[in-house]
């Protein structure tokens, strides 16, 4: 494995990129963020990719991962929530070598950042299966299971109550309808008991801003599975996604 790597976190607000030392999975020198353009088209976008390359110096021999807010089969996106529409249908490698010169290891957001916490953060070295989730407006997940990432889970949509789980029990819907914690706590158990049905994991890792107030509901949660909050959080993304790339070269 290589022991630099670029990853760029592509999202509705911002892009952003910087190298990652493989072997600690900090950054070496600064992250840099550009406002993602608007439309998001995959051509504009494409193109703040490689202004971010060319002002990191990423070499050519450093490969390259990249996030998105939506699935990645295959290096093509079946749907776009974030950006513009025209992304649905996008050979992600097709566009990034056409833009950047070289190919790229595309894969979601949330999967970056739950391999990144096995690889460097709150679950590093873990055995078994890890179920990272990640809470926000909605819930963003990953499965690793003894470090191998199953990409594109989408375990916010499970049904829950007749509701999409993320509609009940994300941080979004806490403070959209002003719940405190116990009450969102109720929510949570709700929805990760659930999870270990169908699952049995040997670990939950909960990212997010709201993870820096574990204390608040984490202890209210009656589970299994060991739960702990995420340790990375803003630069998950990124170091996931290197990471990734230098394990998925072609």
Known sequence: MAHIACGIDIGGSGVKAALVD???????????????????TPGAVARVCRELVDRLGVGADVPIGVTFPAPVFNGVIPFMANLDQSWVGTDVNALM????????????????AGIAEVAYGAAKDAKGVVVFTTQGTGIGSAIIVDGRLMTNTELGHL??????????????????????????????????????????PDLFVVGGGVSENADKFMPLLELRTPMIPAKLLNTAGIVGAAYYAANHQD
């Open 22 to 40: 493989l072997d600690t999975g900090e950054y070496i020198g600064d992250q840099i963020r550009i406002p993602t353009p608007k439309p998001a």
């Open 97 to 112: 070598s056409e833009h950047l010169g070289r190919g790229v290891v595309p894969l979601n957001d949330a999967d970056a």
């Open 159 to 200: 049904e829950l109550d007749g509701h999409d789980a993320e509609k009940r029990a994300s941080s979004g819907q806490k403070t959209l309808q002003g719940l405190d914690w116990a009450q969102w706590a109720e929510r949570l158990q709700r929805y990760y008991s659930h999870l270990e049905m169908l699952l049995s």
